[in-house]
């Protein structure tokens, strides 16, 4: 019976903000309303195309939207979203050039309840911002990086984190898989990782489909439990410390049985 859940290599989290900011958007992000959803879920690579959908915008904060709505990559982590500044814009690049899919969307007058549009993910370069002009989005703690949705006012639904793919996976046996299965994992090419890895990797089953993986609690973990006690092999493996460009160890899959990602 195939498990469907992904078996990944996670190192860090990095969030994009797809930011909806008058008339040229001008506010700051303030409060939260909507429902918002990206697709597909990361991690990502840099210039991805992604559909960022939101619905429940025809009762904004206020009762105005300033004249429209923005998607787009702003900064993340403690950084105060300043206003269009800490966002990229229609015009941003990727790679020196402005990509076919902007790294931004603009939707001047909108008025109705739903919205979806297409932007790209953002490369690891510094410059995107104007309010912060060394900042990158990367996997690093410090530069984590959002999608987010917002009216020209400063308001919208909550903002999606993101994670940038690096490196490459494989997995022996191949699946489909049983619970308590044990495969080996093996990541390569991971020596250049976006941001730094924060002080090492895990290998785990953490959640898939359309649930964003929020943090180390939305995967398994080694004290994780299948049927009731910790399998040998653990359901998961950190990596702590690791800074070559291989990494190989071997987990369980786990069960069926709800309570293992506390996210």
Known sequence: MKIQRKVMATIGAVSLVAGLVAVTPTAAYAATYGTMTVSPTGPYTVGQVVTVSAS????????????????STCVGNSNPQLGPGSCATP????????????????????SGDTYSTDIS????????????PTYACNNA????????????????????????????LSLSPAGPYLPGDQV????????????GTGGGLLASTCVGNGN?????????????????????PALAE????????????TISIPGHDAGLFTD
Request: charge should be negative.
């Open 56 to 71: 429940g915008l025809s009762s904004p904060v206020g009762g105005t939207n300033g004249g429209g709505i923005s998607v």
């Open 91 to 110: 015009t941003s690049t990727v790679n020196g050039s402005v990509p076919a899919t902007p790294l931004a969307a603009y939707a001047f007058g909108f």
């Open 121 to 132: 993910i953002p490369d690891n370069n510094p410059g995107i911002f104007t309010d912060y």
């Open 141 to 168: 703690a410090t530069s984590q990086c959002k999608i987010a949705l917002s009216d020209f006012t400063g308001n919208g639904p909550v903002q999606i984190p993101i994670r940038y793919v690096y490196g490459t």
């Open 184 to 195: 080996t994992v093996t990541a390569s090419g991971m020596a250049s990782p976006s941001g």
């Open 212 to 232: 964003p993986q929020l943090g180390p609690g939305s995967c398994a973990s080694p004290s994780s439990t299948l049927n009731g006690s910790v399998p040998v």
């Open 238 to 249: 950190y990596g702590f410390g690791f800074s070559g460009d291989t990494y190989s160890t």
